[in-house]
């Protein structure tokens, strides 16, 4: 699908999805929704669920990017002998305990349960 806009009508779009804290293509798709269906915007419950799950999904790639570093720091420090598993253990435990955080709210999101405020 292809939206033609001009400079002024890009930079109202890009503020009004920034304001709601998603992206143009949430806000395009949501607003375009809405207009279809003669409800606001604001009161479509599918879209808390889809600002939720972009989040989440958003939270869980930045998990995944920092376990990806730690990973690597770990074989550098497994390689030139000087890394304690001990001192690494707490973090790694942390990022686990996050990851598992996110995937629990997503499961429980998809199985319809509440979103939370």
Do not use: H
């Amino acid at each position: 699908m292809t939206v033609r806009l001009n400079a002024d009508e890009k930079a109202e779009i890009d503020t009004a999805a920034a304001a709601r804290a998603v992206t143009v293509g949430r806000f395009l798709a949501t607003s375009a929704i809405s207009a279809a269906r003669g409800t606001p915007a604001d009161r479509d419950p599918q879209d808390r669920l889809d600002r939720a799950v972009d989040e989440l999904a958003a939270s869980r790639a930045q998990l995944a990017r920092v376990g990806n570093n730690l990973n690597q720091l770990v074989f550098g420090l497994n390689a030139a002998g000087y890394v304690q598993p001990a001192e690494l253990a707490p973090t790694l435990g942390a990022v686990r305990i996050a990851v598992a955080a996110v995937d629990a709210a997503a499961a429980q999101l998809v199985a319809g349960g509440p979103i939370g405020p």
